[in-house]
């Protein structure tokens, strides 16, 4: 293969962990300079995309792409972009801006007594049209959230600020340093505060894989929490689609692009006999760790059955956006009309 043959496969292979444009790609491919074609983060930096991701991706929302994100921007030595879809539709069937909903999971307050809601030590660095940049109070780490063009940060922020007073509750995000409250959470839940950094990594690393669970799953729900010490993804496929669990897998534990990631258990019910009664589900669960490390910190759960949630879910994603040439291989319509046109 020629030099120029070999770089426009490798910037395609990049934009199926990123989705970024061509262009972009190309160029950080020609600037990266070191031998990783995804730079990756640490310390405050990976838990701050780590947190991100863990607020946005916790389900109960539709969206054009999986957690809301349409794809990142990754060049070394520049904050990180992450791409907004433009609305969600939450489980009650209204839309919002994912922005808004955004400020509404990301932005950390209290309530007496109760454990910090958002992402602890989340502050705003600054707001440049479009963009959100985030930051940990103390840290030098940045993030920016791009919304759709003419996202009006300002006036979601202000909302924020009104509901949590109207709520009795307090926000937090102005004070420059960590506040008390936040100090006093993250002594008082040492298990939970300690497993966020723990796994910082591996969140931060599927933040800037996340164009992943688009381009390289057959799920068309995807759906994240933290329990314990363990990060869940639940992936749903429709029965009526081949379960693809294999390509993801290989993709995020792929030695070059990927994260370093072993599959230390595997259950996989792919060549059981058939279900019995369609009503049920299956699903092919996969624990990965560190491969170097003890112990699991992420697990798979690849469920295939009928559609469990939405009850018409292409409808939905197609109103929100979602392209097409994906809805049409993870929610296939009813094609038997025309296939028997074809025919006749
Ligand atoms: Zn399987």
Redesign the pocket.
């Known amino acids: 293969m020629s030099a120029g043959g070999r770089l426009s496969t490798l910037v395609r292979t990049r934009i199926t962990y990123t989705g970024e444009s061509y262009q972009f790609a190309l160029e950080a491919l020609k600037n990266a300079g070191n031998p990783t074609p995804l730079p990756d983060s640490t310390g405050d930096q990976a838990l701050l995309e780590s947190q991100v991701l863990s607020k946005l991706g916790d389900g109960g929302s539709w969206s054009a792409h999986p957690v809301g994100i349409a794809g990142v921007r990754l060049s070394p030595g520049r904050p990180t972009v992450a791409y907004l879809d433009s609305h969600v539709e939450l489980s009650q069937g209204e839309d919002y801006p994912v922005a808004w909903h955004a400020l509404d999971r990301l932005l950390p307050y209290t309530e007496a007594d109760i454990q910090v809601g958002g992402v602890l030590g989340l502050r705003i660095a600054a707001i440049r049209g479009n963009d959100l940049h985030l930051t940990l109070a103390e840290t030098e780490s940045r993030l920016i959230v791009r919304g759709v063009p003419g996202t009006k940060w300002e006036d979601y922020l202000d909302d924020r600020w009104k509901d949590l007073v109207r709520a009795h509750a307090a926000p937090l995000w102005q004070s420059p340093s960590f506040t008390d409250l936040e100090r006093q959470d993250e002594q008082s839940h040492p298990l939970v505060r300690g497993t966020e950094k723990d796994i910082a990594w591996v969140g931060a690393g599927l933040l800037r894989r996340i164009a992943l669970f688009h381009s390289s799953s057959s799920a068309y729900s995807t759906r994240s929490w933290i329990t314990g010490s363990e990060w869940i993804f639940e992936l749903d496929t429709r029965r009526d689609v081949r379960?693809d669990?294999?390509t993801l897998l290989a993709r995020l534990t792929d030695p070059v692009w990927g994260l370093p990631l072993r599959v230390a258990e595997?259950h996989?019910?792919?060549?059981d006999p058939p279900l019995e009664n369609d009503r049920y589900m299956?699903q092919?669960t996969y624990e990965l760790a560190h491969s170097d490390g003890p112990g699991c910190g992420l697990q798979f759960r690849?469920r295939?059955g009928r559609a469990a949630y939405g009850k018409d879910a292409r409808k939905q994603l197609e109103r929100l956006g979602a392209d097409t040439g994906w809805l049409d291989r993870v929610l296939p319509g009813d094609t038997r009309g025309s296939r028997a046109e074809a025919a006749s």
């Open positions: 379960l669990h294999d595997r996989c019910t792919c060549d299956r092919c690849f295939w």
